[in-house]
């Protein structure tokens, strides 16, 4: 069921990706390599993420980001405006808040769980486009996202559902002839010590 569910997210960022709507560029080839660069790095801090701090978990992509960019960025720089200058920081606050609540995220849930609710970076994508640049949204793009929210719902109600059922209390699954029978004996083992003390 888990993984039905996240291929029908995946279903639904195809709706709204439309391909073969648009020829194939750059663009899309590095957003196939963020993709699968970005599972990657989600499974690796799944898998070390309860031994390892949050912390070092944000240090080391970051100097590695700051080292790789900083060696290319000398053969094209160009002076950024103020304004520039601060969106870039905001980016880079955000950024740092998403790292933390995405390493939290992979460390105390399942990957499979986890995964389906970045689908809906889509939506907020085309709420953003819409808000700030004016872009439409039209149908096929609704009928993806609604694909995408419904998929993360299910997850998440199933999860729910499971989690209540594995923790069920104990005292609730016994029945009432053992509860009876429990009682019964503990007397009796009473008895049986107090006669061992006598004797």
């Known amino acids: ?20 709507s648009a020829s194939l560029g750059l663009g899309h ?22 031994d390892e701090r949050t912390a070092v978990l944000m240090l080391y992509p970051m100097a590695a980001n700051f080292l790789i960019m900083g060696a290319l960025l000398a053969f094209d720089y160009k002076p950024m405006p103020a304004a520039d200058l601060g969106a870039a920081a905001v980016i880079s606050l955000f950024g740092f808040v ?22 809906s970076q889509i939506l907020w994508a085309t709420v953003y486009g819409y808000l700030l640049f004016d872009e439409s949204v039209d149908r096929t793009t ?25 923790q069920t209390p104990v005292l609730r699954t016994r029945s009432r002839s053992s509860s009876a029978a429990s009682f019964r004996i503990s007397p ?3 008895r049986m010590r107090q006669r061992e003390t006598r004797g």
């Open 1 to 20: 069921h888990r993984m039905l569910a996240v291929v029908v997210g995946l279903t639904g960022v195809v709706v709204v990706l439309r391909p073969g």
């Open 29 to 50: 080839l590095a957003a196939l390599g963020t993709a699968v660069f970005g599972a990657l790095a989600s499974v690796i801090v799944r898998k070390i993420g309860r």
């Open 98 to 119: 998403a790292g933390l609540f995405l390493i939290a995220a992979y460390r105390n849930g399942d990957a499979a769980i986890v995964a389906p609710m970045q689908y």
């Open 142 to 166: 609704m009928i993806g996202a609604g694909i995408i929210i419904a998929s993360g719902v299910y997850i998440v109600w199933r999860e729910a559902r499971l989690g209540s059922k594995s």
């Open 188 to 190: 009796l083992l009473r």
